[in-house]
Nanobody, 124 residues
Framework: QVQLVESGGGLVQAGGSLRLSCAAS????????MGWFRQAPGKERDFVAA????????SYADSVKGRFTISRDNAKSTVYLQMNSLTPGDTGVYYC?????????????????WGQGTQVTASS
């Protein structure tokens, strides 16, 4: 079992930045692919970014490319999402997720563990 806890969400003005953290416990995080997803009110959960176990490989949704950066510190069992140039369209609950095997990274159904989420609100 892997337990994931997100933090770092909050309210920010459009154009601002936030850094989300996802702390893992239970098993060695270095064996897992990690992803960030978000869900806006009344909408489906969407893929945001993913990172390979080593941290070398990353993948991003087109809507966040060039603005968001996913990274990880396996020694601290923590994954980060640096979000810059935030817009109201980025508002939602952000979830951290872990999967043991690679595959279709944008498919939330293929992730094995999920955090409880953290709210991000970018106001215009």
């Amino acid at each position: 079992q892997v337990q994931l806890v997100e933090s770092g969400g909050g309210l920010v003005q459009a154009g601002g930045s936030l850094r989300l953290s996802c702390a893992a416990s239970g098993r060695t995080l270095s064996s897992y692919w990690m992803g960030w997803f978000r869900q806006a009110p009344g909408k489906e959960r969407d893929f945001v970014a993913a990172i390979s176990p080593s941290g070398i490989g990353t993948s991003y949704a087109d809507s966040v490319k060039g603005r968001f950066t996913i990274s990880r510190d396996n020694a601290k069992s923590t994954v980060y999402l640096q979000m810059n140039s935030l817009t109201p369209g980025d508002t939602g609950v952000y979830y951290c997720a872990a999967r043991y095997a690679g595959g279709t990274l944008y498919k939330g159904s293929e992730y094995d563990y999920w955090g409880q989420g953290t709210q991000v609100t970018a106001s215009s």
